[in-house]
């Protein structure tokens, strides 16, 4: 039931600092501060040369924010395919691939073929779900568990962040195994991953700020999503979040290819969200944001690092609203930015007057191509 809230979808996001820490403790070991030996025990990285990951929609999102973590801490190659173009053309796989489908329904029929596929070609597969029993967990030859609980909600929130946690876990697992980090970085990375239960607690108390500006941008036709590295698929999952339960056209960019062909989109009426976290990229995406604001671009800036912001001149600066988030480790900012990412689509929705819990078109599980 829903409780308090209005929408399943509210309920599902405030649900988070739960249903995150349920899942990273199915994959970590807090007394160890390493990644749970069971996990270790069931896959050994050092086998596995490349993973392919095959998903749908958020999944899919998911997949591409786990690319970042996976090549970066444990020098694992990943590459990720939306299921239904992998399954029909003839992908060319090396050896020793891991084909990995990520899916909350685990009955996805785009991600189940491309699934049988990776297992027809002779791959070892795993399947990443949150339905424990469901055709993927059965047919892959190893099941990862998330721990996100029934979604009600047609789009998806919490098992988003649930799939983060699990992969993020894994990268780590992944990067000892392979001996990338020593054990004091491994405890390290474990620490920041079992604080960000707390930060996803924090960020949920932006609920207020984010509410705020959302009038103005229910009103907009167009909403361009920015970031820069694993900043970037969360700004795709944000525009698709918008677009699934308030209707409002959105499209993500890497906030480097603006300059490339979309800065030509912006103007007054073309609301601009830049998920600026403080990192090594945070000046980059920052200049980004001035582009914007030279052109008269309204500009939402969610960054924990309001003082770095470059002051801007006359109009410009009145068009800047900045929501400040959670400080925290650039590793677990994915998991932590996708809460006001999620809640500007709701209270965006929720001004529009759509159903956000069953937005028109949408099914909860997409078992027919
Ligand atoms: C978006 C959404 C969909 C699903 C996609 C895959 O909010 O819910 O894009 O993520 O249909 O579904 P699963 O994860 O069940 O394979």
Not at 55 to 60: D, F, N, R, S, V
Request: proline fraction near 5%.
């Amino acid at each position: 039931e829903k409780g308090a809230y209005r929408h399943f979808m509210e309920k599902e996001v405030h649900e988070q600092p739960e249903s995150v820490q349920r899942t990273l403790s199915a994959y970590l070991d807090p007394v160890a501060k390493s990644a749970r030996a069971d996990i270790k025990a069931a896959i050994d990285f050092n086998s596995v040369a490349r993973i392919q990951i095959i998903a749908c929609g958020t999944a899919y999102y998911a997949g591409c924010i786990a690319k970042y973590a996976f090549e970066k801490v444990a020098g694992l190659p990943v590459d990720v395919e939306v299921a239904s173009e992998f399954r029909y053309r003839t992908p060319a796989m090396t050896p020793g691939t891991l084909g990995l489908a990520v899916s909350q329904s685990g009955e996805t029929a785009d991600t189940l073929a491309a699934l049988r596929w990776c297992k027809g070609e002779g791959l070892k597969t795993a399947a990443l779900v949150n339905v424990h029993t469901s055709t993927m967990a059965r047919e892959a030859d190893l099941m990862w568990p998330t721990h996100a609980g029934p979604e009600i909600g047609v789009a998806s929130t919490k098992a988003f962040t649930a799939q983060l946690a699990a992969l993020l876990s894994l990268a780590v697992a992944a990067a000892a195994q392979r001996g990338r980090i020593d054990a004091t970085e491994e405890a390290r990375l474990v620490q920041c991953l079992l604080e960000t239960s707390g930060l996803i607690a924090e960020a949920l108390l932006m609920d207020p700020d984010v509410q705020r500006i959302t009038y103005e941008l229910s009103k907009a036709r167009d909403v361009i999503y920015l970031g820069r590295g694993a900043m970037y698929p969360l700004a795709l999952e944000g525009a698709l979040k918008l677009k699934e339960i308030s209707y409002i056209h959105a499209e993500g960019y890497a906030a480097g290819e603006l300059k490339h062909g979309p800065i030509a989109l912006i103007d007054e009426n073309t609301p601009v969200v830049v998920i600026a976290p403080d990192d090594e990229l945070f000046e980059k995406t920052a200049s980004n944001v001035q582009e914007v604001a030279a052109r008269g671009g309204r500009v939402v800036m969610i960054t924990d690092a309001p003082q770095k912001v470059p002051s801007l001149s006359g109009d410009a600066a009145k068009t800047l609203k900045i929501v400040k988030g959670p400080t925290c480790d650039p590793f677990v900012a994915p998991l932590v930015y996708a809460v006001p990412i999620q809640l500007l689509a709701y209270h965006t929705a929720v001004h529009k007057g759509t159903d956000v819990d069953q937005p028109r078109n949408l099914a909860k599980s997409v078992t027919v191509e």
